[in-house]
């Protein structure tokens, strides 16, 4: 394991805002030559017991995974949990608590648009949403592209659905010491995702990596499809700064909207710790 280098540790499948089961991610993972992997649904872990058969059935060792939705300095951050155990009663308990409040919110999303003329989004997008207890932005996106408002969710995601645009409704989601405090009462390690897409300035970013160490957070992602390949070296430092382990993972969700695949991304920058060293224990091995 220590000569590992093709691990995809944060993917979506149709338990949250992914569009394939857990499984068929999987095949498309082993496939694609991932050599450790992860399911790493929002606020959900209702799949990884799926996920987890499928890998070890296609001979690839498995972490247990989440990507829990935080609120900090009133920005969405999105914080990965890593090597959980999935019976654990706070983590559970946790991140019900935390999607309880996404049916709402989509709704409001929907009547904001409604006044703006476009009418049905919350019906249209559960609809598509294969779990009605994780309705996300991603479906609300889906549907705006099925009636033809746009091209893409790409498209979407610049013209709705995001603050100052119509059908953005702020919400207030976990505490970063909460969402850290699950996955390690758990057993897991917590893992910044995609550190780049906050825009936060360097002193809020500092805030953020040193908070998030405070409360036992222990790894960062450097290496991920959410990043700009000249934003893995930013990060890279960063997580020697922080004396945080580095994560890599694609952040796949579909095969039409993704453009990173499973285990397509650069390899980890070779002088740093990767996640799976710590997380060596926690790793499920085919029999
Ligand atoms: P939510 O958790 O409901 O706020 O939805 C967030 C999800 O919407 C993300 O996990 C992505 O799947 C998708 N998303 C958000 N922003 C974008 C974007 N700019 N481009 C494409 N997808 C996005
Ligand atoms: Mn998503
Ligand atoms: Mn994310
Ligand atoms: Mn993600």
Redesign the pocket.
């Known amino acids: 394991m220590k000569n590992l280098k093709n691990a995809d540790l944060?993917c979506?499948s149709l338990v949250s805002d992914g569009t394939l089961s857990p499984s068929q991610v999987a095949s498309r993972a082993h496939t694609n030559g991932v050599q450790l992997w992860s399911l790493?649904d929002h606020d959900e872990i209702s799949g990884q017991q799926e996920a987890q058969a499928a890998s070890l059935a296609l001979g690839m060792p498995y972490l247990t995974g989440v990507?829990i939705s935080v609120t900090f300095l009133h920005q969405t951050v999105?914080i990965v949990g890593l090597g959980f155990d999935p019976d654990n009663h706070v983590l559970q308990q946790g991140l019900a608590q935390t999607r309880g409040g996404r049916a709402k919110r989509a709704q409001a999303m929907a009547l904001d648009l409604e006044k703006k003329g476009i009418q049905g989004v919350y019906e249209g997008a559960l609809g598509l949403a294969e779990n009605p207890d994780l309705i996300s932005r991603a479906h609300l996106a889906r549907y705006l592209v099925q009636i033809g408002l746009c091209k893409t969710t790409q498209e979407v995601f610049r013209r709705y659905l995001v603050e100052g645009k119509p059908g953005f409704v702020p919400h207030q989601w976990a505490s970063l010491q909460d969402a850290v405090g699950w996955i390690r009462a758990a057993g897991g390690m917590a893992v910044i995702?995609h550190p780049a897409r906050y825009g936060f300035n360097a002193t809020e970013e500092d805030a953020l990596f040193s908070e998030f160490k405070r409360h036992g957070g222990q790894g960062v992602e450097v290496v991920t499809g959410s990043h700009h390949p000249s934003e893995y070296s930013t990060y890279a430092a960063k997580a020697k700064a922080y004396d945080l382990y580095a994560s890599r993972g694609s952040?796949f969700h579909s095969p039409e909207e993704s453009a990173t695949d499973l285990g397509q991304l650069d390899y980890l920058p070779p002088d740093l710790e990767p996640v799976w060293w710590a997380l060596q224990p926690r790793i499920q091995h085919p029999h």
């Open positions: 944060h979506h790493t990507e999105h995702a952040d």
